[in-house]
């Protein structure tokens, strides 16, 4: 088979990424005959319970977070990393799953959210260099998504950027930020946080709020 396009969907727990997977799915599915392209969602989170989208794979087949909690004794962040290094021991899995693609497919992969896996376990750094030998170099971009209320929030929205920075940099790959949940925060407020140009702009905003002389 061919080499599909590949976006791997990273970011926080609880960041909506299993709905960002969805709701691009969907749209997706509703363009006319001419734009509308084959988009595919696969599960790559041992630990997710529930997810809207049509999974065509998914990891739980393979190892699942409840059963090395149950088997070992582990906790969930444990759990979690023990799961993620068993899928890197038996990466022809996911190599099998991959190759059931033709080239002109678009894959969406829905990944956990512990973010440890991207900036301090080099777990997920390998399984995208096992995906590089399979040809897939030139065809994966990361998406990191961020809870939106982040930004208005000085330390969240600094903590939010460098942990969006250690991903990219230890995933090395093609990187988009996705604000999602844009629906719960007001929209001046946004704009006017993302264009602040430094740190300290940022600090004297928040000093600024706090005294009441923002909005």
Known sequence: MGRCTIQIVTGPAGSGKSTYCHALQEHCASLGPLRRRRVHVANLDPAAETFRYDASFDVKDLITVDDVMDELGLGPNGSLIYCMEYLLENVDWLHDELDAFDDDEYLILDCPGQIELYTH????????????????????????????????????????????????????????????????????????????????????????????RFG
């Open 121 to 212: 376990i080099p777990v997920m750094r390998r399984v995208i260099d096992h995906m590089k030998t399979w040809g897939y170099g030139g065809k994966m971009v990361s998406v990191f998504v961020v809870d939106a209320t982040f930004v208005c929030d000085a330390p969240k929205f600094i903590s939010g950027s460098l942990l969006s920075l250690s991903a990219m940099i230890a995933m090395e790959l093609p990187h988009v930020n996705v604000l999602s949940k844009c629906d719960l925060v007001d929209g001046e407020t946004v704009e006017r946080i993302l264009e602040v140009e430094g740190a300290s702009q940022l600090w004297s905003m928040e000093e600024a709020v706090q005294e009441g």
